[in-house]
């Protein structure tokens, strides 16, 4: 951790006209600053430009970009690069507007999405799936009632593009003597379910049992060129690589299968084996093979802040995802949650603490660094995947799954300053918008919430 790892910082500053009827942006301009560190070593600049505009309309925005050099370690690219960034920075701009003007932040997002949107629809039906008003009036409530524990809710539409960049292959063989097939691909399997997918649509593609495909483990020897893994798009590229080797496997096949239609599986592979057909096919897929898309998802988080230590609990988490037409739900369930509890650990626990006088990193194991633990999670989570939808740009009309959801951690920091406000209120402060950033530690989260120590008396 102390060499490689963790997050590139970054610094926005934005200025906002807007319509005060109903929140529409007129003019934005906003100047973000990315540290870079000791070296220019891998900018998230263009990640960043891609995802700004999220759900909204931006013909009247103007985004500025920037690199800055520090004398800390410079760090690299980790799970949605700059997309979070991006897509944090604009939510809270929504989040800022919606303050000053007075309006609701849904109908401020609203007004500022494009004309025709899926957002558009998506957005009031989910308010009414997860009872957000009915939730909100509980928590106001409960505020009321209660002085050391505050709640907080919050709603973020996303829309996470996807697009294709580099390469990777897919190598399939089959078996004569029992008809099985191996497949090797370009990207390794990190827990993400690549293997899981790729061997799906390789029998879906061949018309076979799943119990007779083996993806092998990741080479370079079989995938000696392949791209870096990320971008949400490796699965996608490598099951593409996989279903055209095993069309072109098919092409080959087809002649002995329409000579012995009633024949099994197996029996075919041994003719074709005896013919000295080639059984083995390879495909790499390239940028131009596949369209790029946009997932769509949408967040409510509920949580509870302890005022007298400033821990903070997540009660309840909804989120709806477009998974196209889902290739495998758990798994993409179980991506779902784990990149959003991962963003739970960016914006509350995982703080870098740097040695101003050497820029080395300070807090580097598990005593001083804190990632989400069993007891950090969600108490109630909710992962719902969006139905009838179907992704024509998608292998077999799928969406990936592997990034998106760690861009809807930021609705965790919208419900926290929901919660904050109400504690500043019951401490006596005035109202006012409060800048928060990620890594909002326990200690933060009690220096915002004005308690001070004359308020524990007891009468």
């Given at each position: 951790?102390?060499?490689?790892?963790?997050?590139?910082?970054?610094?926005?500053?934005?200025?906002?006209?807007?319509?005060?009827?109903?929140?529409?942006?007129?003019?934005?301009?906003?100047?973000?600053?990315?540290?870079?560190?000791?070296?220019?070593?891998?900018?998230?600049?263009?990640?960043?430009?891609?995802?700004?505009?999220?759900?909204?309309?931006?013909?009247?925005?103007?985004?500025?970009?920037?690199?800055?050099?520090?004398?800390?370690?410079?760090?690299?690219?980790?799970?949605?690069?700059?997309?979070?960034?991006?897509?944090?920075?604009?939510?809270?701009?929504?989040?800022?507007?919606?303050?000053?003007?007075?309006?609701?932040?849904?109908?401020?997002?609203?007004?500022?999405?494009?004309?025709?949107?899926?957002?558009?629809?998506?957005?009031?039906?989910?308010?009414?799936?997860?009872?957000?008003?009915?939730?909100?009036?509980?928590?106001?409530?409960?505020?009321?009632?209660?002085?050391?524990?505050?709640?907080?809710?919050?709603?973020?539409?996303?829309?996470?593009?996807?697009?294709?960049?580099?390469?990777?292959?897919?190598?399939?063989?089959?078996?004569?003597?029992?008809?099985?097939?191996?497949?090797?691909?370009?990207?390794?399997?990190?827990?993400?379910?690549?293997?899981?997918?790729?061997?799906?649509?390789v029998?879906?593609?061949?018309?076979?049992?799943?119990?007779?495909?083996?993806?092998?483990?990741?080479?370079?020897?079989?995938?000696?060129?392949?791209?870096i893994?990320?971008?949400?798009?490796?699965t996608?590229?490598?099951?593409?690589?996989?279903?055209?080797?095993?069309?072109?496997?098919?092409?080959?096949?087809?002649?002995?299968?329409?000579?012995?239609?009633?024949?099994?599986?197996?029996?075919?592979?041994?003719?074709?084996?005896?013919?000295?057909?080639?059984?083995?096919?390879?495909?790499?897929?390239k940028?131009?093979?596949?369209r790029?898309?946009?997932?769509?998802?949408?967040?409510?988080v509920?949580?509870?802040?302890?005022?007298?230590?400033?821990?903070?609990?997540p009660?309840?988490?909804?989120?709806?995802?477009?998974?196209?037409?889902?290739?495998?739900?758990?798994?993409?369930?179980?991506?779902?949650?784990?990149?959003?509890?991962?963003?739970?650990?960016?914006?509350?626990?995982?703080?870098?603490?740097?040695?101003?006088?050497?820029?080395?990193?300070?807090?580097?194991?598990?005593?001083?660094?804190?990632?989400?633990?069993?007891?950090?999670?969600?108490?109630?989570?909710?992962?719902?995947?969006?139905?009838?939808?179907?992704?024509?740009?998608?292998?077999?009309?799928?969406?990936?799954?592997?990034?998106?959801?760690?861009?809807?951690?930021?609705?965790?920091q919208?419900?926290?300053?929901?919660?904050?406000a109400?504690?500043?209120?019951?401490?006596?402060?005035?109202?006012?918008?409060?800048?928060?950033?990620?890594?909002?530690?326990?200690?933060?989260?009690?220096?915002?919430?004005?308690?001070?120590?004359?308020?524990?008396?007891?009468?």
């Open positions: 951790m102390q060499a490689i790892g963790k997050r590139i910082g970054g610094h926005c500053e934005y200025e906002v006209d807007v319509r005060p009827a109903d929140g529409r942006i007129v003019r934005l301009s906003n100047t973000y600053h990315e540290d870079l560190g000791a070296s220019q070593y891998e900018a998230m600049t263009m990640l960043f430009r891609e995802a700004f505009r999220n759900c909204y309309s931006d013909d009247s925005w103007r985004l500025r970009l920037r690199g800055v050099l520090s004398d800390s370690p410079s760090t690299t690219w980790l799970r949605s690069p700059g997309t979070a960034e991006s897509i944090a920075t604009i939510e809270t701009i929504m989040e800022h507007v919606a303050y000053v003007i007075g309006l609701s932040p849904q109908t401020v997002r609203l007004a500022n999405m494009e004309p025709g949107s899926s957002m558009a629809t998506l957005m009031p039906t989910f308010y009414e799936q997860v009872d957000f008003k009915v939730r909100k009036v509980a928590v106001d409530r409960h505020n009321e009632t209660n002085r050391w524990k505050k709640r907080g809710i919050a709603i973020v539409p996303m829309g996470h593009p996807i697009r294709y960049f580099g390469g990777m292959n897919a190598w399939v063989s089959i078996y004569h003597v029992d008809g099985s097939v191996a497949v090797t691909i370009g990207a390794p399997e990190i827990g993400q379910g690549v293997n899981t997918k790729v061997a799906q649509v029998a879906h593609t061949l018309g076979i049992p799943l119990a007779l495909v083996k993806v092998k483990p990741h080479t370079s020897n079989g995938s000696p060129n392949a791209f893994e990320g971008g949400s798009i490796s996608d590229l490598v099951a593409y690589s996989a279903r055209r080797a095993c069309e072109t496997l098919l092409e080959r096949i087809r002649p002995v299968r329409d000579d012995n239609r009633t024949a099994p599986w197996e029996a075919i592979v041994q003719t074709c084996y005896q013919r000295r057909i080639d059984l083995s096919a390879s495909y790499n897929a940028r131009a093979d596949l790029g898309y946009t997932v769509w998802a949408l967040c409510a509920e949580l509870e802040v302890d005022v007298l230590t400033g821990q903070v609990q009660i309840r988490v909804d989120i709806l995802e477009d998974t196209g037409e889902s290739m495998n739900p758990l798994l993409d369930i179980g991506q779902i949650e784990g990149a959003f509890v991962m963003a739970l650990g960016y914006h509350l626990l995982e703080e870098l603490r740097y040695d101003r006088g050497t820029g080395a990193l300070t807090n580097f194991r598990t005593w001083n660094y804190k990632p989400p633990s069993a007891r950090d999670i969600p108490q109630d989570m909710r992962v719902r995947l969006l139905q009838k939808s179907s992704n024509q740009a998608g292998v077999l009309r799928s969406k990936a799954t592997g990034e998106p959801a760690y861009n809807l951690g930021i609705t965790v919208f419900a926290l300053r929901y919660a904050i109400a504690a500043r209120r019951d401490a006596g402060l005035p109202s006012e918008w409060l800048e928060l950033a990620t890594s909002l530690t326990p200690e933060k989260v009690l220096a915002l919430t004005g308690t001070t120590i004359d308020q524990f008396v007891l009468h």
